[in-house]
């Protein structure tokens, strides 16, 4: 009988190399990502690209970056090792491809594309450019990740029976966010974490029931999904633009719960409670999203190691979560 969960596995910031990152886009998340980067690792962001000019230099100067360039394609040609692509949904395949052709790894925020089609393109472009290309689906890299997975390598929880994940954030007003021009909308933004999060636990889940309604701005505000691995196993997937929810995640196993409480994507505990009643618990600061630099420690320890892709987020686990996503769009009429 165990006394306490697993300490997590993560790297250390200061055992890989420092490489050179250009980061295209400079909104919300480049801003938050360069931050931590900087803040917690050794990785050294040289050069940022946007289509304006004024807004590139800004960004440069606000975070200490040397090279601030007017556009995406003087991004790629300058001299870095990897290329950090942060701009909206709808446009990851297009500035991953433009990287990988000027032959850049890449790290493309979530989701990588949102269709199997593009997915699959920017996959089999990466592989044959023999580069490195990853999923920033940072939640994996996080220490709390890496317990889950070992309780769930021991089988502590016995056999899993049931995933029930939430993910609701109020971004109604978001105009990005709720755009279905621009992707907007439950899916792209939020539902993609709890479908990865139930797809990581139970790999062959298939989405059977899916219905999301549109808000006013035309785009999915919030969406069910009901999936099940055809032995049995289920799991129940919400996301919502509309209202808070605790966004909590619980794997239910035959011996014991995991619970991740909420927000389950971001730095936070793992519990798992037994059914004799016993409770382990590991717990870290809930440092939001300034846990994002350790998705860059592990793209440089990939990196470094000659790897073409993550064990945290093998390509073929994108693929499998945009097959979920165009599954449950398809069941609920929404065009990607
Ligand atoms: N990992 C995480 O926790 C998070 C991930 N994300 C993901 O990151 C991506 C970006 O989200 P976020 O940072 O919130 O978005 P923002 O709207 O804040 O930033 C997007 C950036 O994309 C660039 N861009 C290029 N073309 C266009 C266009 N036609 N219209 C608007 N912007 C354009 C802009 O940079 P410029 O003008 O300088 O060229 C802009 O700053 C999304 O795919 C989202 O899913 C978002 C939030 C959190
Ligand atoms: O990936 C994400 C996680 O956090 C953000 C806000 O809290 C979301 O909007 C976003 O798309």
Redesign the pocket.
């Known amino acids: 009988m165990i006394d306490s969960l697993p300490q997590p596995r993560t790297t250390d910031p200061a055992s890989v190399p420092a490489f050179r990152w250009g980061v295209?886009?400079?909104?919300?998340?480049?801003d938050?990502f360069v931050t931590t980067v900087t803040r917690n690792t050794s990785q050294r962001v040289v050069a940022v690209?946007?289509?304006?000019p004024e807004?590139?230099r800004e960004?440069a100067e606000g975070h200490g970056i040397e090279m601030a360039c007017g556009s995406?394609e003087e991004l790629v040609a300058q001299d870095v090792d990897v290329v950090y692509v942060?701009?909206?949904?709808l446009?990851?395949a297009s500035h991953a491809r433009l990287a990988l052709e000027a032959g850049r790894n890449v790290l493309v925020?979530?989701?990588m594309t949102p269709t199997v089609e593009a997915t699959r393109e920017l996959v089999e472009l990466a592989r044959d450019k023999d580069l490195f290309c990853m999923e920033?689906v940072?939640s994996l890299a996080l220490p709390r990740f890496d317990v889950v997975r070992q309780v769930l390598a021991a089988d502590l929880l016995g056999r899993i029976e049931a995933v029930t994940v939430d993910m609701g954030e109020y971004l109604v007003d978001h105009r990005?966010?709720m755009d279905p021009a621009?992707g907007g909308g439950a899916m792209?933004?939020l539902g993609i974490y709890p479908l990865m999060f139930a797809d990581w636990v139970l790999p062959r889940v298939e989405v059977v029931a899916a219905a999301g309604p549109r808000h006013a701005t035309g785009a999915v505000g919030q969406f069910m999904a009901l999936l099940g691995d055809g032995e049995g196993r289920q799991a129940s997937v919400f996301a919502s633009m509309l209202t808070d929810t605790p966004s909590v995640a619980v794997i239910g196993g035959s011996e014991a719960t995991l619970v991740l409480d909420g927000p389950f994507?971001r730095p936070g505990p793992v519990e798992v409670r037994f059914r004799d009643g016993r409770v382990l618990s590991w717990d870290e600061p809930r440092i939001h999203?300034e846990g994002?630099f350790h998705e860059a420690v592990e793209v440089a320890r990939c990196i470094a190691a000659g790897l073409t892709e993550s064990p945290l987020r093998p390509l073929e686990a994108t693929i499998a979560t945009v097959e979920l996503m165009e599954r449950a769009r398809a069941l609920m009429n929404d065009p990607a």
Do not use: C, M, V
């Open positions: 295209i886009g400079t909104g919300w998340i480049a938050r690209g946007s289509r304006s807004r590139a960004f995406y942060a701009t909206g949904h446009d990851h925020e979530k989701p920033a940072w990005r966010a621009q792209n933004d994507y999203h994002l």
